[in-house]
């Protein structure tokens, strides 16, 4: 049998990984500055999280939710005090998809309504409505197509108050990234959010904060939106939470009740799950890690923006962003080959750094020098 093939890999066979590096199976070690995609929050097989892991591995992995799992109650305590959203009620589930799934889903239970407003550039997962909220039509299928939703400018506090002035009534949930990060790391302004907030309470719709990649600390904040000082009413959140073991969950606003079976799933918040997102906000807490976030990633922001060939430095702490030039096209596989560094991208012409929240300073210069390397590598060959 085959692998159905959906993804252009790159030619690299990954064996061995560790804080900030991996290895191959030639034995060349990588700076990873793309964490897998913002998953890899806490480095590479930290100890604690291993060793969380494997303790629970003795004891039980899997028990499905029809009995008590009180690691689901630890996390949860813990999410809430990390987070400080304390008052909020923690639904467990496997993918980022699938907690934009349920937080879509709980608003429209909640307030009986079908509208649905995302913005443009905006990636929310690739499960039906999750997909029909995000801004790709290649990735939605015509069976996910749905008039439910509709797609404003991002940051345009005008269109947004047009939209809520006519069809208010209808909103059922307003959905944004606090920090949109396939769409190329565009982060939403304080006045948005809170322009949201308010038209949200105001209709009676749902603030639903994308978390996924921009949260679980890798902003400087828990969540981006915190930025903004105002709460959502549903947070979703995966990447991050279990370091690399599938993991992922909703918060949800203590005005919005439980009801038996509205939502359901049969692996969210197994016990092995749950071990690992507690180790990791363990470590998260321990290390101090949204500090590092916003120490090294200020160092990478305030470096990158002295490089003339680079524009529009953005991002929030070590969730970064930039544009190159045509004539710096190869620099992203170019750091890849010649300098074995890990970079992400969104396209046409964005890099994008997602690397653990635990990087070390000595790391992002290494980064640095290899990337003035290749710039002026590239400058001279044309
Ligand atoms: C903001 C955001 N939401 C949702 C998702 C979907 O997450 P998953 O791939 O775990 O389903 C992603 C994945 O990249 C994402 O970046």
Known sequence: MNLFDVYPLNDVTIVKAKGSYVWDDQ???YLDLYGGHAVISIGHTHPHWVKRIEEQLEKIA???NSIRIPLQQELAKKLG????????????CNSGAEANENALKLASFYNGRKKIIAFNKAFHGRTSLAVAATDNKNIVAPVNETDNVVFLPFNDEEALEAYFDKHGKDVS???LE??????GINVASESFLKLIRALCTKYGALYIADSVQCGYGRSGKFFSHD???????IYTMAKGMGNGFPVAGIIIAPHIQPKHFQLGTTFGGNHLACAAALAVLEVIREEKLMGNAVMVGKYLREELATMPEIKNVRGRGLMIGFDVSEELGPLKKNLLTNHKIFTGEAKPNVIRLLPSLALKKKDAEEFIEAIKEEIA????AV
């Open 27 to 29: 034995g060349n070690q």
């Open 62 to 64: 899997f028990y499905s």
């Open 81 to 92: 005090e990390v987070s400080g959203k304390e008052d909020y009620q923690l639904f467990l």
């Open 173 to 175: 949930s307003v959905i």
């Open 178 to 183: 606090g920090i949109q990060g396939v769409g």
């Open 227 to 233: 930025f903004a000082g105002v709460n959502a009413d």
């Open 377 to 380: 590598a590239l400058h001279a």
